[in-house]
Every structure is written in C-alpha cells, then in structure tokens.
C-alpha cells in the first residue's frame, strides 16, 4: 500500500515538542539560533555533568566549562563531539548548516562535515561575554542578535561577517548594549519572529523518565518516519527507473521498426539467440523465438560463410561485425538479410552473450542492384549524355560523350560546345517552355566539329524551378555521309560523278528564279560526242565508260565557278551557264570544250580522235520555259552535227550570225596585234576655270581600222579581247604608244598636260599590273605625274582590298587615277574615302538631256559637290552643245572634254591642234 509516512512524522514530532519544554534548576541555558531546528527550540542542559566541549550553529559560539591544559587531537576531539549529548547530537547535527564552530582548549576550529576535518580559525570570538547563547530574528531589528550569557545577562549585539583564509566566512562582533535581564531557572526560546524567556521551575523531579520516554518515542517516530521515507524513496525511484525504461524499450522498438529491423541476443550458456520475429521475416511465429544459430534459414551460397562467422565470434576473434546474407523467404523467393552484432563480457572478459539487429534489405539491394544497372546502362549507352546543372554547366558526362567531345567536360558550360554562339539561349528557351527540344546541331569536337541528332529536356524541383538539364544526343556523321550518298546515287551520275539529269533540272529552275530578279541571262549548251557509238560498239562498253570518264573530266576542266555541267545520259552533257551578257563569253566557253574534244584520248594503250557538236540557247530571249530550253539546245545541237560536226549552233540564225562575226573577229584580232594594225587618236581636256581656256589633259583612246570591215566600235572588239585573253596585251600596246605620243607632246608645251589611257578590269586586277606600269615609264621616259590612269567603278568594287593595293603603289609613283564613267556603275560613294583617286569623270549620258533634265542637273551637281568635299577634280565627258557647256560650268565643272571642242583626233593632227589652240570662251 502506498503512502507516505513524512507528514505523519512531522505531525508527532511537532505535537510532541509543543507540548514539553524541559528545564532544569541551577543548570546554565545553552541553545541555537539559527532556526532550522523547529523553529530552533532551546534545549536546557546541565554543563557541569558533560565536561566537554561544545558545539554551536553558525551564529552560536559556546566554550569549554573547564580549562583544559593539555591540547586535544582532532581524533579524541571528534570522539569526545560524537559523545557528547547522544541522541541530541545525532538529531540536531544533520539538521544544523554543514559547517560548525567548536572551540577545544580555548582555540576555536571550524568543523566541515563534508571533508569531516577540523581547521583552525586564530583566535576565540568573544571572549569577554562567556558562555552563552546567541538568537537573532523575532522582535530584534535587522542586522542585530540576542546573547544570554550563563550569568543571566542579556546583550543585543551587531555582528558583522569575517573571511576566513579557508574561503568561510564567520560573524564578529561590531557594537553590542545590554537587552533584556534573564533570571535564574529560565532558559531562552529563539524563533524566527521573537525571542521568548521561558520558566522551568517543579520540573527537575521529573527529568529522567520523562526524558527517557520522550526521547524514546521521539526516536521511534523519527526511525519510522525514516525508514518510511527511505522505503517511498526506494519505490519512487523504482518506478522512475522502471518508467524510463519503458520509455527507453519503446523508442528503440520505434526506431528499429523505423528501420526495419529487429532484435536478437545469443547467450553463451544455452548457445542459442533469442530473436523478436515481429515482421515475420523468420516465419509465421511472430514473437519472440529461440534458435540454435545453424538452424538459420540462409541460403546455401551463404551458410558456410554464416558458420565461419559465428564460429569467429564464439573463439573471442571478432567483437562485433556487420554482415549481409542472402535467405529463403517463406515463398520460396530469395531475399537479403543485413546482420549487425557486439559482443558483451563478463568482468573475467569471457564470452557472456552477443546482442545485435538484423533488417530485411532486400527491397534496398534490388534498388541498388537497378540503380547499378541504370549506371552501367547510363555509361555504355551509345548515345553521349550529359546532365547540366541549372546555370547549363556540365555536372556529369558519360562514356560515350567523353569519346566524341574529349575529357574535362564536367564543370564546362554547355555553349562553349556549340559551334554557333549564342545558340544555348534560343535552345533552352525552348526547353523550358516546351517541356524539351530536339533537333540537329554541330558540336564542336577535338578535331573539328560533328553533326548530331540532339534531345534536351528541363528537371524541375516541387517548385517548379529547373535544377537540371539532360542532353542526349548521337553522332549522325555516318547518317549523314549514308544521307550524302543516297542524295548522290539520286543526283548525280555513277560512271563520271556529275550531277544527273534529277539535279540538272533543279538547278536550271533555281536558276531560272535568281536570273528573273537580277534581269540577267542564260545560256544553255549541249554538247554531244561525235562518233562515240563508234567508238563503244567497237571496243565495247568499258573502253565507252573510260571514254566518258575523259571526257566529263575535260570538260570540268572549262568550268568556272558559275557554270554547272551535267551528264545528260549516254554521250550528252549538258552546261548551264550564268550572268551571260554578251556572246562573247558563251562562243569563248563552247570553244574550249570543242578544243579539248578535240585533243587525241589516249586510253589502255589506244590512241581515240574524237569532237562534239554543241547547241546553244538563250534564256529569256529564246524561250522562259525550262523544258523548251533544253530542247532548242538539243536542236541547235543537231544543227551542229549537220554542219560535219565539231562545231557549235545557236538556237537563232540572227545570234548564229553574230556569234560566228565575233569569232572571225577573235581571229582578225590575234593578227591585227601581230601586225599592229591599231591606231590611237587623242582627245582634248579643257579647262575654263576663271575665264580662261587651258588644255590641261588628252585622252587616248584606241580605233581600229579592219582591212574588209573598216573601223570597229572599241565596246565590239574589246569584249571580244576580254573573252579571248587579249585584253592585257591590248593594255600594254595602247599604254606604251600613249607614254611614247605624249612624252614629245609634253616636253613642247609650256602648261603641264596630262595623258589619260583606259585600263581594263582584267588588267587592272592582274597582280604584276603596277610593274607593268613602272616598267613603260621607264622605256618611254614619261614622267609619272604625267599620266593617268582611267578604271571604271565595277574594277574597285570586285575586288576591294587589291584595288586598294594598287592605287595605293600609283600613288606612291606619283601616277594619277580618274574613276571612269562615275554614276552610271555600282554604288560607290561609301567607298570612295577608302581609294586612292585624283579625279571623277561624269558619264555623257548625263549631259544628253541636262538641259532639259532637271534629275540629270541634280546628279550632276551632287557628283561635282561630292568631288569638291573629296578634294577631287571633276571632268565633264561628252559635252557637245553651248547649252550643255553652260549648264557644266554653273555646276562648278571647269574641266571639259567632248565634241564641243574637238573630237578625237589621230596623233597626226593633234599636233596641228596643239599649235594653233585656239578656244572660245563660254557666254554667259
């Protein structure tokens, strides 16, 4: 039953105590004062009968009845304080502070109960009062104590606190007055609120028996209190320990069932685990069960390796281990099993038991063994696949994709793999928003770059919030070189590698589409080769194959970069050549491919003569239709072969003529340079600045006289230089001559003139065209500042940086340029700060209708405004009438050349010009 006896303790003790004050006649008082004895009950004793010292509270100090002459040890001190007062001493010692004053032999010591040793403290406290005892509290003011002397005297006193060496500290006596008179017979109760005289009178008769059942019961009621206490202690902490480990068993249970696991113990002395089964991964038992460990339903692969373990941890060799195990689960299937185990001795360190958990792990180790699976399936994937992190760097890259893009991909960015810059944005733009992307992309790879077939998509968190990219891609190189050849068998021919009749047809409507927005023309020419069925019947068809081989690699030869030639089946080939705008060009290329037919085929030791019959036409002009193009080729083709052969046609008898002029024209040409059958004639430039004619400058320019044609227009026979590579030749003639004419004419005048010759774009782009240039200065003595050089806008502007290169060499020589016909060619006028130039010289076409014209006075104005910005002479080509001349001069151009004042003349009478120069003046 479960009670506490404490209160009941104190209930008796108090009614006990409250009803008996024991005193004593003729006996000094002695007492405490600290109030923690029940409410510090002063206790009469007789001083003379006890002979020993005695002890005191905190604030109590009381002395020896007698003088001892001889010190005292502190072990009789201590035998002779245990002595002293039996039962009094044992009931008030525990409850009094920890620390006591004792003085023995007038020395007083200070008693600490918890080291239970006695230290010395210097001299004795109060020495002048005696025996006594000393009270504080009840209607004493705060800060004072009551002492009652042995004499019966009364002090108030104010104590104050001393520090002692050994860190205590101990009141002394700062004032003191006499308080109250305590007569004889009277003892002192000192309580918390009040300090109390008591009487003690008619009861010293009655002293041992009542003080001998008193203490008895006092004592038994204490005992039993005690005792009661101590046992509802024992309980309390029983249950309290009791408690704890409940709560301590069910945290473990919750956290090894958290776990999955469960408890095992194997005890040495019966050699058998005791093992909870709550899971029932050991059966159907699901409690606690009791096993020999050999009996474990392992598998077979593992139970040797089981024994070899217990047998380890039986002989002391393992102290605790950790293991996995594969077992038979009651469905037959095969689980795993993770045993953890420590080994606990007894105090001689012999085996006692094994304690440890075991768990079910074999869901873990088939998601490690599919994670396994999964990296090694990541790893020798075909596909390269990298995972970026959400900045687009590279985290993790697998084999595939380190063997394509190198080493060292984690931590890169993914854009510096891409050969387009700025690319990534665009591509996860799409990925977040379209939940991924796929496509073809160039990566950049250690030799290069490599086309792939590329997936991305987006990983997001619960936020939505991308944390991760996956790319996965593949190499399509071989795709694409299986794509290339596919495209190739469809358009391009087996045997000679050229573009088919597929691929032909194609481009001839690409191209038909580009020439309708540029207004630029066509030609179409196909070309047969003569007597190959002889050739094939007779020597068969791989001599025919290796024949066509030759012959499509000839004429590859002819092509330039705008012409595409096709196989167009058996013996024909077909060109379709672009930007044709004259003749000139067309007859040049059909008389190429004509003379490399014509050359000897030497094949498998055989020696061939074979030609070709070529048709042309026109587009537009004969045709817009693609089909109708290629068959009046066909039949200009024809025509050809009906004309023996080895010859070209065009489709229009009007173009054959003009076609078959030029050609004669080519060869009359070649003799005409041979027999220097070319004259130049030389036109005045004439300045009228402030009023006054000057010549300042002629221009040559080059006639030619045909024995059977008479003159040719220059346009006629330059292009026709131009196509067959004469036009350089021309140059230097017309060059040399003009130097030579105009050295004599400039050492006769006393004004400097300057000698003006046209250089052609051909010319002028060759590299050694500056060498030429010095070297006929030299052979003609010309002085360089003498002479300039007229190029038209179209030979800056095709090739810039070599135009630059050369007028920046004229300058340097001191040679002039003039830009030729400006207005009439490209757009030139962002680069004209980039040439070198001295002068513009305005086209004719703009002062035909300037009169009349107010847009051709405008550019006129414009062009002379621009050169005078520019810091550029100005030349005004083609004026022939008054009026024309007055509108150049209101313009600001003061440098005229055309048939107003002379035509071009031979040199002949140039020099009869330049003798009697005589020039009006323009009117106003």
């Not at 063997?403 to 991909?409: D, I, R, T, Y």
């Not at 703009?846 to 051709?856: C, L, P």
Request: aromatic share 10%.
């Amino acid at each position: 039953m479960r009670f506490s006896t404490l209160p009941l303790f104190i209930f008796v003790l108090a009614s006990t105590l409250s009803a008996q004050v024991w005193a004593y006649k003729a006996h000094r008082v002695i007492g405490t004062s600290d109030g923690l004895l029940f409410n510090a009950i002063v206790k009469h004793i007789n001083f003379d009968q006890l002979g020993y010292p005695w002890f005191a509270s905190e604030y109590g100090l009381f002395r020896d009845s007698q003088i001892h002459t001889r010190r005292v040890d502190r072990q009789q001190s201590r035998d002779r304080l245990y002595s002293v007062g039996g039962d009094i001493f044992r009931r008030v010692f525990p409850l009094t502070s920890s620390t006591l004053l004792v003085a023995i032999n007038e020395q007083p010591l200070l008693f600490r109960v918890d080291r239970d040793e006695f230290v010395p403290l210097g001299e004795a406290l109060l020495p002048e009062f005696g025996k006594g005892v000393l009270a504080g509290g009840g209607s004493l003011p705060e800060g004072r104590f009551a002492l009652i002397t042995e004499d019966g005297h009364c002090w108030q006193l104010e104590l104050m606190t001393q520090s002692l060496n050994s860190g205590f500290s101990l009141p002394v006596v700062n004032a003191y007055e006499p308080w109250l008179d305590v007569e004889p017979g009277q003892g002192a109760l000192a309580s918390q609120h009040h300090l109390q005289l008591v009487s003690a009178e008619g009861e010293q008769e009655t002293r041992l028996w009542p003080s001998f059942w008193f203490w008895g019961g006092v004592a038994a009621v204490m005992l039993l209190g005690l005792l009661g206490w101590m046992r509802q202690q024992q309980l309390n902490r029983a249950r309290l320990l009791s408690a704890r480990l409940q709560a301590s068993e069910e945290k473990l249970l919750q956290a090894l069932d958290g776990n999955d696991s469960e408890l095992w113990e194997w005890h040495a002395d019966v050699d058998k685990a005791f093992v909870s089964n709550h899971s029932g991964l050991l059966g159907s038992q699901k409690q606690l069960i009791k096993i020999r460990p050999e009996s474990l339903r392992l598998h077979p692969d593992d139970q040797q390796e089981f024994l070899q373990l217990c047998h380890r941890l039986r002989s002391g060799e393992l102290s605790k281990f950790e293991s996995e195990f594969k077992f038979l689960q009651s469905n037959g299937t095969v689980g795993w099993m993770r045993i953890r185990g420590k080994s606990l001795l007894d105090d001689a360190g012999k085996l006692q038991r094994i304690v440890g958990i075991y768990s079910d792990i074999s869901a873990m180790r088939n998601l490690k063994s599919k994670a396994k699976l999964l990296a090694s399936v990541f790893e020798h994937t075909v596909e390269g696949v990298l995972i970026l992190d959400g900045k687009r760097d590279i985290t993790v890259a697998n084999r595939s994709a380190i063997s394509l893009l190198g080493e060292g991909l984690e931590g890169r960015s993914f854009s510096s793999l891409l050969t387009i810059s700025n690319l990534d944005d665009e591509l996860f733009r799409e990925v977040n928003g379209q939940h991924g992307w796929s496509g073809e992309l160039e990566l950049a790879v250690p030799d290069g770059s490599c086309p792939v077939w590329l997936n991305a998509s987006a990983m997001s968190d619960g936020s939505k919030n991308t944390v991760h990219y996956v790319v996965v891609f593949s190499d399509i190189r071989e795709r694409k070189r299986s794509e290339a050849d596919l495209r190739r068998l469809a358009n391009y021919d087996m045997l000679t590698g050229l573009p088919n009749r597929t691929l032909f047809g194609t481009r001839l409507m690409k191209a038909m589409l580009q020439a309708g927005q540029t207004d630029e023309k066509l030609a179409l020419l196909f070309l047969d080769l003569d007597r190959f069925k002889q050739v094939n019947d007779s020597y068969g068809h791989g001599m025919g194959d290796a024949l066509l081989i030759e012959a499509a690699s000839r004429l590859q030869i002819c092509m330039g970069p705008e012409h595409t030639l096709c196989r167009f089946g058996g013996d024909e080939f077909v060109v379709l050549a672009r930007d044709v705008g004259n003749l000139d060009g067309i007859n040049r290329l059909a008389e190429t491919m004509l003379q490399q037919m014509n050359l000897p085929f030497e094949l498998y030791g055989r020696e061939f003569y074979l030609s070709a019959s070529i048709g042309i036409s026109i587009w537009p002009d004969d045709t817009s239709k693609p089909e109708a193009l290629i068959k009046y080729a066909d039949q200009a083709m024809y025509h050809a072969k009906e004309e023996d052969g080895g010859n070209f046609q065009y489709f229009s008898p009007e173009r054959n003529a003009e076609a078959l002029y030029h050609l004669r024209l080519e060869a009359d040409l070649r003799r005409a340079l041979e027999d220097a059958d070319f004259e130049l004639y030389f036109q005045p430039q004439i300045s009228i600045r402030d009023g006054q004619e000057q010549l300042v400058g002629i221009e040559a320019l080059l006639r030619w006289q045909h024995p059977s044609e008479g003159f040719i227009r220059p346009d006629i026979f330059v292009a026709v230089a131009e196509c067959c590579g004469l036009v350089k030749q021309l140059d230097l003639w017309v060059l040399r001559e003009a130097c030579r004419q105009g050295q004599m004419w400039c050492e006769l005048q006393a004004n400097p003139i300057c000698v003006a010759v046209n250089i052609s774009a051909a010319h002028f782009r060759s590299p050694d065209f500056v060498d030429g240039v010095k070297r006929i200065l030299k052979e003609t003595r010309m002085l360089p500042e003498n002479l300039e050089l007229e190029i038209t806008e179209g030979v800056l502007m095709k090739e810039v940086a070599l135009a630059q290169e050369h007028l920046r060499k004229l300058s340097e020589i001191g040679v002039k340029v003039a830009i030729d016909d400006f207005g009439t060619g490209y757009s030139s006028l962002a680069y004209l700060r980039h040439f070198e130039v001295n002068s513009l010289k305005i086209d004719r076409t703009f002062f035909i209708d300037i009169v009349h014209n107010v847009s051709d006075q405008a550019i006129v104005s414009s062009i002379v405004e621009l050169a005078r910005n520019l810091k550029l002479d100005v030349v005004a080509e083609g004026v022939e009438t008054q009026e024309q001349l007055q509108q150049a001069y209101a313009r600001g151009c003061y440098t005229i050349q055309g048939y107003y004042f002379s035509k071009p003349m031979p040199a002949t009478e140039m020099d009869a010009y330049l003798k009697s120069l005589s020039v009006p003046l323009p009117s106003d």
